[in-house]
């Protein structure tokens, strides 16, 4: 099965893939915080923008949370409308513990709105500002 729209798919260009990538994208500041999240963004020269998700075993120490994370990491930025970025999206507080469970409605719920805020940020950043209508007071 094709995607309809090649935003739609989560292809290898499409991914942060190599360390030195990702070496490259950390010695940047982070762009935003939230609660659990930290994002990374650095321009690229591509015509598409990349992910790459970092989600710690410290942090969350079961493998079904980690996968949750990047799964709904990756959900959203396929939806997303950013271009020539490489993203980094890295767990940075601990989400659970081993012993609670591995996933729930509500965790999920709040960190779907926690990456959602990071990706809405980066676009609102990434736009070009428009000159104001307004005319300039002497």
């Known amino acids: ?27 940047l500041r982070p762009v935003q915080r939230t609660a659990h999240f930290v ?5 690229n020269d591509l015509p598409n923008a990349r992910l790459g998700v970092v989600a ?10 980690r996968n ?17 970025v490489d993203c980094i999206v890295r767990l940075s507080k601990p989400v659970n513990t081993k012993s609670g469970p591995a996933t729930t409605a509500r965790l999920k719920q709040e960190l779907r709105a926690e990456i ?16 104001s209508l307004a005319p300039l007071a002497p």
């Open 1 to 27: 099965m094709t995607p309809a729209n090649a935003s739609d798919d989560f292809a290898r260009a499409r991914r942060i893939v190599k360390t030195d990538e990702f070496s490259s994208v950390f010695r």
């Open 56 to 65: 710690a075993k410290r942090f969350a120490p079961r493998a079904v949370t």
């Open 39 to 43: 994002l990374y963004a650095r321009p």
């Open 116 to 131: 959602v805020r990071l990706f809405a940020a980066q676009q609102l950043s990434a736009q070009p500002m428009r000159p």
């Open 68 to 84: 949750t994370i990047k799964r709904v990491t990756r959900e959203i930025f396929r939806c997303s409308s950013l271009v020539n």
